[in-house]
């Protein structure tokens, strides 16, 4: 399988616009001791030729020109990207969709709650759909493994039921008709036995998380705060980590903590926001997680797994 990571920021990518936190500050004024970063994209290909796209940032068009594999090859109108798998409705994760209208035929898959709040309230996304045979909609199942590409091996993905909110433009009243294992998930994509794990958001590790991102080569995982209080640390006000579907990196009950047994995989932090301190190459905490084993991703990073 290849993986490509395109972007790897949270919402908002680094620098974010209207953003004057340290690292943002420093970054623009050339004295930061790491990179820019664009929101968080991930791409995979079981040969190279077919891809798939792990949601859709609004960063999109620009990640598909800075990425070669995914240019057009044949005629004046095609694409190698033969799907798009939506872990949620956040907007960082999905705006980039619209960006990919011109009467292009794609398979988007979601699960039925995250179609239903794209489709039927924000008529803006059947901008999708104007033509017959444009986005094919094929709903996701939590738990119930799905098939991708029609090739002779194709990838495997699993999908797991993460957090049970919905994003905050969606109303509660309208939350409450929709199915809560359905708002945020997670996937172990499996290329026949080597294994992917994409967690960009995950609120919380029990057991049976544990367990399953054991079975990972390599694992794609929620770097977007450092503390739980990171935001309104920053800013004055805010919500806790936690209460925004983010388990924090650092701390007693922090993913570097809890993920500390999985020495057999390949470790990355992806979707990190702006304000995380362990951007900065030349401070403690990107230094913690190096030698913890952990990565921090960067846009334009590729592998093979
Ligand atoms: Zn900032």
Not at 64 to 73: M, N, Q
Not at 83 to 98: F, K, M, Y
Not at 113 to 127: M, P
Request: hydrophobic share 35%; charged share 20%.
């Amino acid at each position: 399988m290849h993986v490509s990571i395109l972007g790897s920021a949270a919402g908002g990518g680094f620098p974010q616009w209207n953003c004057a936190c340290s690292n943002c500050r420093s970054l623009r004024n050339g004295s930061f001791s790491g990179k820019a970063r664009s929101q968080l994209q991930v791409a995979i290909s079981p040969d190279g030729q077919s891809w798939f796209l792990l949601n859709a940032s609004p960063d999109i068009r620009c990640q598909i020109e800075a990425c070669p594999s995914l240019h057009p090859r044949n005629g004046t109108r095609h694409t190698p990207i033969s799907g798009i798998l939506l872990t949620s409705a956040d907007l960082d994760q999905v705006l980039g969709l619209l960006q990919l209208r011109e009467f292009q035929p794609l398979t988007i898959r979601a699960t039925a709650s995250i179609r239903r709040i794209l489709r039927e309230d924000n008529s803006v996304f059947a901008t999708l759909n104007r033509i017959p045979d444009q986005a094919d909609w094929i709903d996701i199942v939590p738990g119930q493994p799905f098939q991708l590409s029609s090739g002779n091996a194709p990838l495997i993905c699993h999908s797991f039921s993460l957090a049970t909110h919905y994003p905050s433009y969606v109303s509660q009243e309208r939350a409450a008709r929709l199915v809560s294992a359905e708002a945020s998930l997670g996937f172990m994509i499996d290329d026949q036995g080597r294994r992917l794990a994409y967690f960009p958001a995950v609120p919380d590790l029990d057991s049976q998380l544990l367990s399953t991102l054991g079975e990972a080569d390599v694992i794609l995982f929620d770097g977007t705060f450092w503390t739980d209080d990171e935001l309104s640390s920053v800013r004055g006000g805010g919500p806790l980590a936690r209460e925004i579907g983010h388990i924090p990196v650092s701390g007693p009950e922090g993913s570097l903590r809890k993920l500390a047994g999985l020495t057999n995989a390949r470790r990355i932090y992806v979707h990190v926001n702006n304000t995380n301190p362990m951007l900065n190459e030349s401070g403690p905490e990107y230094r913690q997680v190096r030698d913890a084993g952990w990565e921090v991703a960067e846009d334009g990073w590729q592998f093979t797994l």
